[in-house]
């Protein structure tokens, strides 16, 4: 398609449709113009997209170095000046599926009686041509990713602080992504959460503080804008960033990740099917449980007295999808390579011990080790001071910052008293290998730490 010469150049009915298509006007003509306007769309897309590394405002998960390298976005408009309806959703689910499109991004839902259904059959009935548009997408005839037999869509759960998530995200298919505060913990004052609902990500909170006045913009997510949009419910006045906070933000957090995954499953050659790809995905996650207990209490908003209105997180305890999105965990994943999280001290820290009994089985403790490989980037990744080794059976290892890297243990597979391997003079065990994903963090428990 050639920008702005009025001809419809590829022949697929929409004219200068270089960047994607306006499906309420079912043209090339992508409007932020209206007054209506909430820049939300370029808002969600900075966090999928945002270029990476060029010290201005912010980075998208799968935004690359802007050098070609990042992911490759188009854009279908279904909302133009408060217009919106359910063919111009259907639309964008068409035309993306028969332009290329690999994951739909769905930062949209319905509230009311929208957010209420009780299944796929009853979405259906009232909401017709957008559910089948959504199979249409990920029907594996209309398949765009040289990895996948089918195309992905990611969906927003919604915002209304209901025990189920709204529709699309609640199609079948579909992966819904919750909301968390920066605190890790739901955003309670509007997450949907319960039957539905798959994963969740970063959506920002902005009751995370103690009092009204405490609550903050930087506890919301910072994402790209449109600077001549001026949007007073906002706070803004023509900025290129602004914060905003919803599950829309959450599910581009999951959609970037999502992207990277593509990306790096083609770089090793890798094919899976959409329901492999999808497993992986979810369980690619660190544990909220643990935090999400009885009678513990979160601030999810104030009355007009400026009364804090608190919320029993024991009610969102296994309601909030798998657990939370973790990048790292996910390539790892992909990759077949195991995760082993770590506690980050400073250089004076005495190295913790860790159990190897997941990765060399029930007598790793017995084991003969003949070393560790790890590699200078791994090193300046976690900032180790002191190589790892391995003590009375156990890794020993001592990161002084958040990061992640790879290193491999060798080992001995049947019995030596000598540590030797040679069957020429005397009956010796095998060399074996293997390689662990290190992840450090702040705080290590039984929910594998921050995100």
């Known amino acids: 398609e050639i920008a702005g010469n009025g001809i419809d150049d590829d022949n697929n009915g929409y004219i200068d449709d270089v960047h994607g298509i306006n499906c309420i006007s079912r043209n090339g003509n992508i409007n932020w113009k209206n007054s209506a306007e909430t820049g939300h769309g370029t808002h969600v897309a900075g966090t999928v997209a945002a270029v990476n590394g060029n010290s201005t405002g912010v980075c998208g998960v799968a935004g690359g170095s802007g050098k070609g390298d990042g992911v490759r976005m188009m854009s279908c408009q279904i909302f133009e000046g408060g ?20 994951i739909a991004q769905c930062s949209f ?26 199979r249409y997408f990920m029907d594996p005839a209309n398949n765009n990713s040289e990895i996948l037999d089918g195309n992905l869509v990611i969906a927003a759960a919604g915002n209304d602080a209901r025990n189920m998530s709204s529709y699309p995200a609640a199609v079948q298919e579909v992966i819904s992504v919750t909301g968390l505060g920066p605190d890790y913990l739901p955003a309670v004052n509007y997450t949907n959460y319960g039957p539905g609902c798959n994963i969740a990500a970063p959506g920002g909170d902005y009751y995370i503080g103690n009092t009204v006045e405490v609550a903050q913009n930087r506890s919301r997510v910072l994402s790209t804008f449109i600077n001549s949009v001026k949007d007073s419910n906002l706070g803004t006045s023509g900025h290129d960033y602004v ?55 979160k601030i999810a908003g104030y009355d007009r007295n400026g009364n804090a209105r608190n919320v029993n997180l024991g009610l969102y305890r296994g309601k909030m999808g798998t657990g939370a999105i973790d990048a790292w965990k996910f390539l790892m994943n992909l990759e077949g390579t195991p995760t082993l999280t770590v506690q980050v001290g400073d250089a004076s820290s005495k190295a913790k011990r860790y159990e190897l009994s997941s990765y060399f089985g029930g007598s790793s403790a017995n084991l003969t080790y003949l070393g560790i490989e790890c590699d200078e980037a791994t090193k300046k990744a976690l900032g180790l001071v002191a190589d790892p ?63």
Do not use: H
């Open 83 to 102: 217009t919106s309806g359910i063919e111009s959703s259907a639309i964008a689910f068409q035309y993306a599926a028969d332009n290329g499109a690999c």
């Open 109 to 134: 839902g319905y509230e009311g009686e929208g957010a209420a259904y009780g299944s796929d059959a009853e979405y259906s009935m009232v909401f017709g041509a957008e559910y089948d548009a959504i």
């Open 243 to 297: 914060y905003m906070q919803g599950t829309s933000m959450a599910c581009p957090c999951v959609s970037g990740v999502a992207a990277l995954g593509l990306a790096y499953a083609y770089k090793l050659g890798l094919r899976f099917t959409r329901d492999q790809f999808t497993s992986l995905l979810l369980t690619s996650v660190n544990d909220l449980d643990d935090s999400l207990i009885d009678n513990k209490l």
């Open 389 to 451: 080794e391995i003590k009375f059976g156990k890794l020993s290892i001592n990161p002084t910052k958040v990061g992640s890297g790879k290193v491999t243990i060798k080992a001995i597979a049947g019995y030596d008293e000598d540590g030797k391997i040679d069957g020429t003079q005397q009956i010796g065990g095998m060399e074996i290998s293997r390689t662990i994903s290190i992840m450090s963090r702040g705080v290590v428990s039984d929910n594998g730490g921050w995100l």
